[in-house]
C-alpha cells in the first residue's frame, strides 16, 4: 500500500493531475507555500473524450456537473454592490461574439441583471447602473441577432456545398420528385438524373420565399373594415367567398384581393409601388370592369380569378419555383385578364365586325384588349403608374409574361394548352415557365365549376344570364350592337 506522504510529494512534484467527469476535463493545480489562494484551484474545459468507466460514481458524489455549472453563472455568492462593481467586458463584432467569448458575455450580464433585479427589489437601485446594464445587454443581443441574420440571409450557404453523393437515393429521389417531375417519370427513366446543383437552388429558393412570404395583412396605405378583415382569413382557401367579400367592401372586392396579396408577398416594397399609384389604379380597374354592368365577367370574377391564382401559386409550392418578378406577373395579369370585357365572346366580335375585331384582325379580340387597355391607364396617368420604379429589363419581361398569360385565357387556346403542357411534362429538359403560368392563370379562369357548390351554382347562372343577354343582342340585329354608343370599344 502507498504511503499517502509518498503520494502527497509526488503530486507537488507534478503540481498538477488531470481527469475527467461527463464529458468535462478536470485539472487540479497544486499551490506551492506563499501562493496567495489557500487552497488548490480547479480548472475545468469541455473535452471531447468518451466518459470514464468510473465517472458514474464520481457523479454520484459530485451531482450534476451542468446543473452545478448552470447555478454557479445565476447564483453569484457575492453581494450585489460587488457584482454590479465589475467592470463589463467590451462588446466584440458579432463573429467574435459568438464564436468566441458569449458564454462569458452572457454570464456577467445575467449576473448584473440579476444584481439589479435584487437591488429594485429592495428599492436600492441605481438609474445610472440600470441604464448602463441594460444598454450593454441589448448591445449583446443586437450583435447575436445581427450575426444570425446575416447567416440566414447568407445565398451561398451550406446547401451550395451539398453533394450529390452524400445524400441517400431515396432523399434525392424524393427531392427530383417534389421539384423537378413526377416520380412516375422518374421510375420510367432511370437513367436520367436531375442535375442535384438545381434542386439546391430550388430549395434557396423555397426557404427566401418562405421567408419573404408575410402572413399577416399589412394596413399601411388602405384602411381595411373590420368585416374585410374577417373575410380575407380565409383568402388561402379554395373555396373563397368572393361574393362575400365584395359584400363586406361595398363592391371593392378586387381592390382589396389586389391589395392584399400584393403586400403578403412583400411585392410593395420590392418593387417599390407607390401606394397612392397602387390604389388609383385599381380602382380605375374596377370602373372599367363595371363597364358594360356585365353579370358574370366583372370585378368580383376578376377578384375570384386573382385569389385563385394565388391558392394554386401558394398550395402547390409554385411559389418556390418563381421570381419575385414572375409572381407579381401572375398577380397583375389575373387581376387585368378581363378588363372592360364587353359580356360577349370573340366569335360575336368576329361576326358583328365590331371596332375591337378590326384592331386586332379577328384574333383573341377581347384578350388583346383586356391587356391593351390596361397598359394604357399605366401610361396615360402617371398617378396610377404602379410600374414605375421598375428597371427597363423587370418592366419588358413582366410585359412579356402578362400579355401570354391573358392572351391564353382564350378558350379557343384550350385544348392546344393542355397538349403542349402534356408533351412538355414527357421531355427530360425544364418546363417552360411563360407556358407553365399562362396554363396556371387558365386553370384559375374557368375554376369555378371545381369548387364548393352554391359558389360554382352562382357563377354559373350569372354566366347564363351574360350568355342571355348576348343571345337578346343577336336577336334585336347585328347592326344595334354595332354602333360605337353600345360597344363601347
Known amino acids: 500500500m502507498t504511503d499517502p506522504r509518498s503520494r502527497k510529494e509526488a503530486f507537488k512534484k507534478c503540481r498538477s493531475a488531470t481527469f475527467s467527469i461527463d ?88 449576473q448584473r441583471l440579476r444584481s439589479l433585479v435584487k437591488q429594485l427589489e429592495r428599492g436600492e437601485a441605481s438609474v445610472v447602473d440600470l441604464k448602463k446594464n441594460l444598454e450593454y445587454a441589448a448591445t449583446v443581443l443586437e450583435s447575436v441577432y445581427i450575426d444570425e441574420t446575416r447567416r440566414l440571409l447568407d445565398t451561398e450557404d451550406e446547401l451550395s456545398d451539398i453533394q450529390s453523393d452524400s445524400v441517400p437515393s431515396e432523399v434525392r429521389d424524393w427531392l427530383a420528385s417534389t421539384f423537378t417531375r ?100 385599381v380602382e380605375a380597374l374596377e370602373v372599367g370592369y363595371s363597364k358594360h354592368k356585365n353579370p358574370y365577367h366583372n370585378l368580383m370574377h376578376a377578384a375570384d380569378v386573382t385569389q385563385t391564382v394565388h391558392h394554386l401559386l401558394f398550395k402547390t409550392g409554385m411559389v418556390h419555383w418563381l421570381t419575385e418578378l414572375e409572381i407579381f406577373a401572375m398577380i397583375f395579369a389575373a387581376a387585368v385578364h378581363d378588363y372592360e370585357h364587353t359580356g360577349t365572346t370573340n366569335n360575336f366580335h368576329i361576326q358583328t365586325r365590331s371596332d375591337s375585331a378590326i384592331l386586332y384582325n379577328d384574333r383573341s379580340v377581347l384578350e388583346n384588349h383586356h391587356v391593351s387597355a390596361a397598359y394604357r391607364l399605366l401610361q396615360d396617368d402617371e398617378e396610377m403608374n404602379i410600374l414605375c420604379n421598375l428597371s427597363k429589363d423587370d418592366w419588358r419581361e413582366l410585359r412579356a409574361l402578362v400579355i401570354e398569360m391573358v392572351l391564353a385565357t382564350d378558350m379557343s387556346c384550350h385544348f392546344q394548352q393542355i397538349k403542349a403542357m402534356k408533351n412538355a411534362l414527357q421531355q427530360p429538359e425544364g418546363i417552360d415557365k411563360p407556358k407553365a403560368l399562362s396554363l396556371l392563370l387558365h386553370t384559375a379562369d374557368i375554376s369555378h365549376p371545381a369548387k364548393a357548390w352554391d359558389l360554382h351554382h352562382r357563377w354559373t347562372m350569372s354566366l347564363l344570364e351574360e350568355f342571355f343577354r348576348q343571345r337578346r343582342h343577336e336577336k334585336e340585329g347585328w347592326k344595334t350592337y354595332l354602333s360605337p354608343s353600345s360597344t363601347g370599344v
Open 23 to 110: 464529458g468535462y476535463s478536470f485539472t487540479i493545480v497544486a499551490n506551492e507555500t506563499g501562493d496567495k489562494h489557500p487552497r488548490p484551484l480547479l480548472q475545468f474545459a469541455w473535452s471531447k473524450s468518451q466518459k470514464c468507466s468510473w465517472s458514474p460514481i464520481i457523479g454520484g458524489l459530485t451531482g450534476n456537473l451542468k446543473e452545478r455549472r448552470k447555478l454557479a453563472i445565476i447564483n453569484d455568492p457575492r453581494p450585489p454592490e460587488e457584482i454590479l462593481a465589475d467592470e463589463l467586458p467590451p462588446v466584440d463584432s458579432p463573429e467574435a461574439l459568438v464564436k468566441t467569448s458569449f458564454r462569458r458575455k452572457y454570464k456577467k450580464i445575467s
Open 182 to 281: 413526377q416520380m412516375g417519370m422518374m421510375l420510367r427513366r432511370t437513367e436520367e438524373k436531375p442535375r442535384f446543383r438545381s434542386i439546391v437552388h430550388a430549395v434557396q429558393a423555397g426557404i427566401f420565399v418562405e421567408r419573404m412570404y408575410r402572413r399577416t395583412s399589412n394596413m399601411v396605405g388602405l384602411s381595411y373594415p373590420p368585416a374585410v378583415i374577417g373575410v380575407l382569413k380565409n383568402v388561402d382557401k379554395w373555396s373563397f367567398d368572393v361574393f362575400a367579400l365584395n359584400d363586406a367592401s361595398g363592391d371593392h372586392a378586387l381592390k382589396f384581393i389586389f391589395y392584399e396579396l400584393l403586400t403578403r408577398y412583400d411585392l410593395i416594397n420590392r418593387f417599390k409601388i407607390p401606394i397612392s399609384a397602387l390604389v388609383s389604379f
